[in-house]
């Protein structure tokens, strides 16, 4: 597995902003949709959405704050529910690493970067063509839309 630490000389807040505008919340009606049955319409929301979207979000710094620590840091997990689909119809324990796990951090010294794992290394272990392809997809687009968001 690669981990990856894109750093960036800006703000956490102004990176985080840049990340959340460039990232919407994942609109989640697709799974009432499924549940009821409707799965065409679900695919068809699916597919109107934005390419990443953000599943949920934890302040890991709040977090911190019982070991009395001080940090600015966001985990974020990030993905696309049909990007997903497209993996675990082969593997289906891709499912394990879908959505992805993006950390935004500043640290002791006010440093900035995003971190993760590398979906290509990642999904990759799990040796399946089909699944690599899709893993070396989302490996570009989540790094490109992060280094947007940092630089």
């Known amino acids: ?64 704050l019982t070991a009395g620590l001080t940090r600015k840091a966001i985990q974020y997990d990030i993905g696309n529910p049909l990007t997903a689909s497209r993996m675990t119809r082969h593997v289906l324990a891709a499912a394990l690493y879908a959505p992805i796990r993006v950390l935004l951090r500043e640290d002791a010294e006010g440093n900035v970067a995003f971190e993760y794992d590398r979906p290509a290394t990642t999904f990759g272990q799990f040796g399946n063509p089909d699944v690599d392809r899709v893993a070396r997809d989302l490996d570009a687009q989540l790094r490109t839309t992060l280094a947007a968001a940092a630089g």
């Not at 703000?11 to 009821?36: I, N, Q, S």
């Not at 065409?40 to 597919?47: C, G, I, S």
């Open 1 to 64: 597995m690669e981990h990856v630490t894109l750093r960036s000389a800006k703000p956490f807040e102004t990176v985080r902003e840049a990340l959340e505008a460039a990232v919407p919340p994942l609109d989640h009606t697709y799974a009432k949709l499924l549940l009821d049955g409707k799965v065409d319409e679900a695919r068809d929301r699916l597919e109107r959405q934005a390419p990443l979207s953000i599943f949920g979000v934890r302040d890991h710094g709040g977090l911190l």
